[in-house]
């Protein structure tokens, strides 16, 4: 069930203040998730989008990276302007997040319980037995077997797809209106990958969360997203429903990207991948962005960046030949 | 050379001077007493001459000559120990890396032990029993050094085993000898070198210090650390024969930490840990 | 953990014995025997008692095995200095090692860890430049340079405190600054360190995302974290802590075992100091298994692994 809005971002722009200058990773970044719906953010590793949902939080790499402009609308409420103490009060209990790797992503020397516990007696305190019982709950909606038991161990008696349970289960305690998931199956066995997936994808129509579902992989968003936003080089390229983007993909590099998700059945002598590396980001191209790799482009795309047209209902991409194809 | 530490490279560079020209720069010999003229203060100091711009000891000997011969031993005994404990403990890493097996477990827990127990009681042992001289001196801090090159050579020696030009030339009929000495071998002198010089200061406070306990150098030879011990009785009244040692070994060895740092930076960054 | 503490304890034994075995035979083997052992002026009749009670004229492993039964006895032989057992004379000099030994950790710690957690929290902000420098110059001054200094400018100068010997809490302050900087000086480089990279680990930035305070963040989530370096590398400490000991004591005239050691090496008291040896050894042993068992405690990796 898609509802409201629930997260704005406008323009957001995060720059990196680094001795050798001043480095534009999210450069004008826009998108909005409604109630109950997945927004797939797809692109390239280093391409911004993890640096993205840092802005939304607010936990930038200090003091290097910095949000410079833009504004992030929880609910309506810019968090861009908010306190830090305010903004500890939103994080963990509004907006959740699951990092990419299970292994590192859990304080060894705590116990599972101790590191559920703490954030939802943060947000939630009451008598001791309540916050034990709210977070064996949560365990046993991220199907982890024997939750009581699994209270008392330690991150390294876990597998790594339990523990992204866990951490699925930190995310889901507070009940919080978005979850921004980073590549949270990257880093899993293939075998547990799928059963993953289904299982935010469970949580997420139970609760009628949003999801900022991150990943670089085109075959990922098929099965979780209702739209997708692609990133290049710090800009949203490309963006709108799913179904869309994935049958009359407009921008020459998210025709890319599709096409080198290998699909079964299909006899293709060789996978398809894209010539070249991203720019720098310290050295972007004026033009688009894509055009020193685009096989389409021309001399305007490499001297002005295209303007965002509409290539259907809700369907955008910033492209000066939207939908020729490769 | 970004960010070079310019005046640690400045301290590093006198020093060798100092230590190499001593004769040339001492205005008198190091060892030669002169009891007329025992502690006589630095030349700012009330009392002072201009014909010892330092000082002079108990003894009434030239402490600016000392100093500067001390630069010498400080050097000689740097160099020695470092290619003596620092070529034992690269050796011992690359054999016991490359070879592995049970022979690297058993060195290894040789190393472990070695590094268990403080060095300096063996240093100290040695004195006793060889009797004080260079020679021993150089064997107690050779025993300080190795375990520790050892262990961080193993480290580099392991990863490298796994690269393809070693396994390469395995294929190629090599023998282990010839593939420790022509391919391991020259692609660990960086962690060696940073390793060297990391260990320069570690080296001048161990002889320093174990000058001063009377299990160095044999007096009448300038070492910092026996002279410092020479005046420590006498430090309410000359201070200067205990304090100017001192400040010799503290920036010499400043000097040498941040020379190493520097270059561990941009030779070898992963062993920040040391 | 009662698997990892017995293999430590296995460990320590060995040491024990290897450094046993070093002792016994760099002092038959590099000179005699005879003469290390016993005064200048000792007579023929103690000569040839030593030489039958040692069994120093039989094959060395049948000398080792004498040497092994009495060390096990609580045997280690006579100081030639002092004229009495070495075990004993260790014994009336520890206690007074001990009483400083409480004051330097608990000054290293009490230091070094707020200050190398601080200085990694804001790192390049005033703390961090001031206990770098400290750190820098902590490590490259040698101690007993440290205790000099400290003597010339506070008792000498200043007249302020005491510059030797054992006495009331004003005789404490010199030799555990002296001891402690050296302590403080690696802790607090190795917390720090340590400290940068575990900031920067995915499970602090779960625990941001969480909404924890900093002050949780990094007192809770780092602070344990942190510190199992500093266990790890504990013998390294160790050696830094005899040495800094030995020569400490020296400076302060401290009658200590550190002192006494020094006494051994200058007298080449070889017995007392072949004693020494053996006995630190013994209480080395037992502060690293305290230090394995505190740090089975704090990681739950070590702990919990059977």
Known sequence: MVGDTILEVRDLHTHFFLRRGVVKVVDGVSFSLRRGEVLGLVGESACGKSVTALSLLRLLPQPAARTVGGEVLLDGENLLTKSSREMRRIRGRKIAMILQDPQTSLNPVFTIGDQLCESIAKHHPGKAATVLERAIEALRRVKLAAPEQRMHQYPHQLSGGMKQRVVGAIAISCTPQVMIADEPTTALDVTIQLQYLKLLKELQQDTDMAILFITHDFGVVAKMCDRVAVMYAGRIVESGPVRQVFDNPAHPYTQALIASVPKMRQRVGRLYSIDGQPPEFSALPDGCRFAPRCPLADARCHTTYPLSVAVGSAHTADCWKPGKSV | MRNLPWTAVGIIVTMLFVAVCAPVLAPHSPTDQSLAEKLLPPVWEEGGSTRYLLGTDVFGRDMLSRLLYGARVSMIVSALALLVGGGVGLVIGIVSGYVGGRLDSVLMRIVDAALAFPAILFALLLAVTMGQGLRTLIIAISLLLWARFARVVRGEVLALKERDFVALARVHGCSPARIMATHILPNVMNTFMVLTTLYVGVVIVAEASLSFLGAGVPPPTPSWGLMAAEGRGKIASAWWISIMPGIAITLVVLAFNLFGDWLRDRLDPKLRQL | ?306
């Not at chain 3, 630190?280 to 690293?288: E, G, K, P, R």
């Open chain 3, 1 to 306: 953990m009662r698997r990892y503490i017995l293999r430590r304890l296995f460990q320590g034994l060995m040491l024990l014995v290897l450094v046993a075995m070093i002792v016994f035979f760099l002092g038959r083997l590099t000179g005699n025997p005879v003469d290390l052992m016993l005064p200048e002026d000792a007579l023929e009749e103690d000569r040839k008692a030593l030489i039958e009670t040692l069994g120093l004229d039989g094959p060395l492993h049948q000398q080792f095995a004498i040497f092994a039964a009495n060390a096990l006895r609580g045997d280690l032989g006579d100081s030639i200095r002092f004229r009495g057992p070495v075990v004993d004379i260790y014994f009336t000099r520890l206690p007074n090692t001990l009483m400083m030994l409480p004051g330097v950790m608990a000054v290293a710690l009490v230091l070094a860890i707020p200050l190398g957690i601080l200085s990694a929290v804001h790192r390049g902000n005033i703390i961090d430049k001031v206990s770098g420098t400290i750190a820098v110059l902590g490590i490259a001054t040698p101690n007993f340079w440290l205790g000099i200094l400290l003597i010339f400018v506070f008792s000498v100068q200043l007249g302020w405190l005491p510059s030797s010997r054992m006495g009331g809490f004003e005789h404490y302050i010199l030799p555990t600054v002296t001891l402690g900087t050296f302590l403080v000086a690696g802790f607090m480089r190795l917390i720090r360190s340590s400290m940068l990279e575990i900031l920067d680990s995915e499970f602090v930035k779960l625990a941001r995302i969480k909404g924890l305070s900093e002050t949780i963040v990094v007192w809770k989530h780092c602070l344990r974290n942190a510190l199992i370096p500093v266990l790890t590398l504990w013998g390294v400490f160790m050696g830094g802590l005899v040495t800094g000991a030995i020569v400490t004591e020296t400076v302060f005239a401290w009658p200590g075992v550190g002192r006494l050691t020094y006494e051994a090496v200058i007298f080449r008291d070889f017995p007392l100091l072949q004693g020494v040896i053996i006995m630190d050894a013994v209480f080395i042993l037992l502060i690293n298994l305290f230090v394995d068992i505190l740090y089975a405690y704090i990681d739950p990796r070590i702990r919990l692994a059977d």
